[in-house]
């Protein structure tokens, strides 16, 4: 798996906390909660982003296509620096495509994380689909040995 960083600087307290994050609202509840806990507890914060098909660019025929992914990443990482600009135990951010379970656990292995963050499921019939195709992200992700932290959307 091929996993895409960037970190922000930080004197953290020894601990590391993974938080897997997309622009979901569930996503945006769980690292705020992944945020507020890293300050708390002197944590380094590694976000987790788990890479989809709407982070490439619109059209991948267009000449501009790279581009158009790249200027799309950017804009992320912009809106993910604001987002943490308050916290002083530094950071450090992963993309990946790929199983949500497979680069969480990898991100919490490679970091020595312990604890990883994450939103409560989707609502509706994407949801349902998810549940009833899948198994539950918080089972892998503990069947792996990770103490799993589940936020409710704000």
Do not use: C
Not at 41 to 63: F, K, T
Not at 79 to 85: A, E, M, N
Not at 111 to 139: C, N, Q
């Amino acid at each position: 798996m091929n996993i895409r960083s960037f970190s922000g600087t930080g004197d953290p307290g020894g601990e590391n906390l993974v938080v897997g994050w997309d622009r979901t609202p569930a996503a945006q509840a769980a690292l705020a909660a992944a945020v507020d806990l890293a300050g708390k507890l002197r944590a380094q914060l590694h976000i987790a982003h788990i890479a989809d098909d709407s982070d490439l660019g619109v059209d991948p025929d267009s000449p501009t296509w790279e581009e158009q992914t790249k200027a799309a990443a950017d804009e992320k990482a912009h809106w993910l620096r604001g987002q943490l600009r308050g916290l002083d135990t530094g950071w450090t951010y992963y993309s990946a495509r790929g199983s949500a379970a497979a680069v969480l656990g990898q991100v919490a292995r490679e970091s020595g994380s312990r604890i990883v963050v994450i939103g409560k499921h989707r609502r509706g019939v994407a949801g349902l689909l998810s549940r009833v195709t899948r198994r539950p992200l918080a089972d892998e992700l503990v069947d792996a040995g990770l103490q799993v932290l589940v936020v409710p959307p704000a």
